[in-house]
């Protein structure tokens, strides 16, 4: 009969296990008694480990400390002190200018913490998104990361609510407004056009159904009128709202519009079957934040100071 101890096992309450196994949340670590070149913490718990320090950032990184002549351990080269005010912003990954999306004035280290929802996305597009600090009136560096941006449904949204739906044409037919008049005269072979307005843009023709999903979010159940009726009002006042809207297809097309010509509710197969038409009107530049600000479509924050010209 063999007896073991119970250090056999690394069970002795001087030992050092080489995980954690059962620890409190952890909310201070402290450094002392040597030199240190490099400190990383993840939360990732099932990482490999190796003599070699995992130089890049991902979800599950907590912070990376490599002590350059400084303490600081996040993903960017700045003080929070020295920033006045923090930017997100916005490119497409194949162009250069940058859209700002939201800004923050800081005061506080928890004035970082930033949640936004961008409506202007355009589906099938990989975008750039960027937190940029303002230190004495300039921008730092660009803190980068990359969104690959996918939709399965024509989406619709306002400053206060957004409505998608899959069962549509996803057409969106649309005709160029160039408003001008052609005057014929008298001794002339050809007209005279005449063009006294700048105005150029699109009236867009939108087809789609709106019905209340099921629990699995994937189906529709025409059988419950009571609930089909609510739902399908409730879609015809959010589009007659008289707000600036956003428009968004599958494919990639993407408008700011007003509804000038409201829905008409009509039944396509069979009475519960409804179809929703109305027509929209182009009224601003997509890539404008300017536009998207006076449309209450980005935030309240990026005034005019902040608009790229």
């Known amino acids: 009969m063999i007896f073991l101890s119970k250090e056999m096992f690394c069970a002795d309450v001087m030992s050092v296990p080489c995980t954690p196994t059962d620890l409190d949340t952890i909310t201070k670590i402290e450094l002392s008694g040597g030199?240190?070149?490099d400190l990383r913490v993840t939360q990732n718990v099932t990482e490999?480990?190796?003599?070699e320090i995992n130089p890049y950032w991902d979800w599950d990184t907590i912070l990376h400390a490599k002590f350059n002549g400084n303490t600081s351990a996040g993903n960017v080269d700045w003080n929070y002190?020295?920033?006045?005010h923090l930017l997100i912003k916005r490119k497409n990954t194949d162009e250069f200018q940058w859209i700002t999306l939201d800004v923050r004035k800081v005061s506080s280290i928890e004035d970082f913490n930033m949640k936004n929802i961008d409506l202007t996305a355009v589906p099938n597009c990989e975008y750039q998104y960027a937190a940029v600090p303002i230190m004495q009136g300039m921008e730092g560096f660009y803190f980068q990361d990359s969104v690959f941006v996918r939709s399965h449904s024509l989406?619709?949204?306002?400053?206060?609510?957004v409505w998608c739906t899959n069962i549509t044409d996803n057409f969106l037919d649309n005709t160029s407004v160039v408003p001008n008049s052609v005057i014929t005269t008298m001794y002339?072979?050809?007209p005279t056009i005449v063009s006294n307005s700048a105005a150029n843009y699109e009236e867009?023709?939108?087809?789609?159904?709106?019905?209340?999903?099921?629990?699995?979010?994937?189906?529709v159940d025409l059988q419950d009128d009571k609930q089909r009726i609510a739902y399908n009002r409730r879609a015809k006042l959010f589009l007659r709202n008289g707000k600036p809207k956003?428009?968004?297809?599958?494919d990639g097309s993407v408008y700011l519009?007003?509804?000038h010509r409201p829905p008409s509710d009509t039944a396509t197969d069979n009475y519960q079957n409804r179809k929703l038409s109305f027509g929209a009107v182009e009224i601003g530049n997509i890539n404008s934040e300017e536009d998207l600000w006076e449309a209450g479509l980005i935030s309240e924050s990026v005034t005019e100071e902040w608009w790229n010209r």
Do not use: G, H
Not at 211 to 216: K, R, Y
Not at 246 to 250: C, F
């Open 246 to 250: 956003i428009l968004k297809s599958i």
């Open 188 to 190: 002339d072979q050809y």
């Open 257 to 259: 519009v007003y509804i």
């Open 81 to 84: 002190q020295e920033v006045s």
């Open 35 to 37: 030199w240190y070149d």
């Open 48 to 51: 490999e480990l190796s003599s």
């Open 155 to 161: 989406m619709i949204a306002d400053r206060d609510e």
């Open 204 to 219: 867009i023709t939108v087809n789609a159904q709106f019905f209340p999903l099921n629990e699995d979010m994937c189906s």
